[in-house]
């Protein structure tokens, strides 16, 4: 079993949709990152959760660490938000990354 | 802002030659990783460094070794290239403890995308 699972693998949208990417994991965590990758490959850090919620623009992000489980949510999307979707967790000391493998959004105009 | 700086962006090299990656992490940050994501594959974590000692490893192969210097930049060496060794190496940075709450948030670079021939 991965330590980190994503839902679903391949995702397309209509613009404007409301999205939902989930991710479950299965170590101790100290936080959890969730990244976009657009396809030339670059990574950005889209948000870092140790408990609770967060928003930022249009996205909104949640983790809940007794189930651990953690959601990304993406409101009224938009052909540009298409990238890959990529939940990471941070073990128990901070260091070592652990990837999912990562959910490829296609919004359509 | 400044970001983290990689170069090359983009590198190739024959079977059996020896590469060198450089990352240049955001100033005043003194924690490195390097990562490598294969085609089609998720991100590996290889090894990172903490005020110029290794700190952790990961599945970072014997052929590869890498350092940090005394200005926090980071070198990843890599001998006897092999056609598997193709893939998009990334550095990250973060914050020293005493500078950031949380301190573990990871700031990516470009990437150097490498192809072995």
């Known amino acids: 079993k991965n330590e980190v699972e994503q839902s679903p693998q391949n995702l397309t949208a209509q613009e404007g949709e409301f999205i939902t990417i989930n991710c479950s994991y299965s170590v101790g965590i100290s936080a959890l990152h969730w990244l976009q990758q657009h396809p030339g490959g670059g990574i950005v850090s889209l948000f870092m959760l140790s408990s609770g919620k967060k928003k930022h623009g249009r996205l909104i992000a949640t983790i809940n660490i007794q189930e651990k489980h953690s959601s990304l949510h993406i409101t009224a999307s938009h052909p540009r938000d298409s990238a890959v979707y990529i939940c990471?967790?941070?073990?128990?000391?901070?260091?070592?990354?652990?990837f999912g493998p990562g959910t490829r959004l296609s919004v359509l105009p | 802002a400044a970001g983290v700086i990689q170069s090359p962006r983009h590198l190739i090299k024959e079977k059996r030659e020896t590469a060198t990656l450089k990352c240049y992490p955001i100033p005043r940050h003194d924690t490195v990783y390097w990562y490598q994501q294969g085609p089609g594959q998720d991100p590996q974590f290889l090894i990172s460094?903490?005020?110029?000692?290794?700190?952790d490893k990961g599945s970072i192969p014997d052929r590869f070794s890498a350092q940090q210097f005394s200005d926090y930049h980071s070198e990843l060496n890599m001998s006897s290239l092999e056609l598997g060794d193709s893939a998009l190496y990334f550095c990250a940075s973060s914050s020293p403890y005493r500078l950031a709450v949380p301190p573990d948030e990871q700031f990516f670079g470009p990437g150097t995308r490498l192809t072995v021939l």
């Open positions: 990471a967790v941070s073990d128990n000391y901070g260091q070592n990354f652990v």
């Open positions: 460094f903490y005020e110029k000692m290794q700190s």
